[in-house]
């Protein structure tokens, strides 16, 4: 668990908000996905492509209250980003090879789509406003941005004051800069609305702090 003083200068990072980045990434799977079900299926050259690569099963016992289990795959975990163990690099970087050589023939496809899709997307797009105890919340995106900023604003249930200081409460972009993986957890700004807590993944295991 995160904590800073709610001020009107930057503070640090809200729920994650990666949008449409999610559908991006997903379309080499979903081409490769129609592509096998087409009747003209996706055409694999090479000896690599013909042969996806397959992950060693080496035996590994996890021990849990609820019984030890055997897990073959155990030595793909990595909760170390920064070893950046040689056999795992390999052995993804293999599959990325396999999967970029299967999609080859829809790659004009692919790119096709996500234009398609950047152009009805409205990068710089921000929430509806919400009231809490005295201030406006929302999420704003700007553009090129995976992430959103949360900001508020004094004002009453009846509207925001126009006059009044927007505060940047939660700077996504920034927590997220130069980390190889983020994701936000859920926020809450305290009774006297002067603290915000928040949470926060680095590690990519849903080990929030």
């Not at 079900?37 to 590994?60: E, F, Q, W, Y």
């Not at 209250?65 to 909760?79: A, C, H, S, T, V």
């Not at 970087?93 to 234009?115: C, R, T």
Request: proline share 6%; aromatic share 8%; with cysteine.
């Amino acid at each position: 668990m995160q904590r800073k003083r709610v001020g009107r200068r930057r503070v640090v990072a809200a729920r994650n908000a990666r949008r449409c980045r999610a559908l991006l990434l997903a379309l080499p799977a979903l081409l490769s996905l129609v592509s096998a079900c087409s009747m003209s299926p996706v055409r694999i050259s090479g000896a690599a492509a013909a042969s996806p690569p397959v992950a060693k099963a080496i035996p590994h016992v996890v021990a849990s209250l609820n019984g030890d289990r055997i897990d073959e795959y155990y030595w793909l975990r990595d909760d170390d980003l920064k070893a950046k163990r040689p056999e795992i690099i390999e052995y993804l970087s293999a599959e990325n090879a396999y999967a970029a050589s299967a999609l080859a023939d829809v790659k004009p496809l692919q790119d096709k789509l996500i234009g398609e899709m950047r152009a009805r997307i409205k990068e710089d797009d921000s929430s509806v406003p919400s009231y809490d105890n005295g201030y406006w919340y929302w999420r704003r995106f700007d553009t090129g941005a995976e992430y959103p900023r949360l900001l508020r604003q004094r004002g009453t249930p009846d509207g925001q004051d126009s006059t009044a200081t927007v505060e940047m409460l939660l700077d996504l972009p920034a927590r997220a800069a130069g980390k190889p993986y983020y994701s936000a957890g859920d926020t809450a700004v305290s009774p006297d609305r002067q603290w915000l807590a928040w949470t926060e993944d680095t590690v990519g295991r849903r080990m929030s702090t």
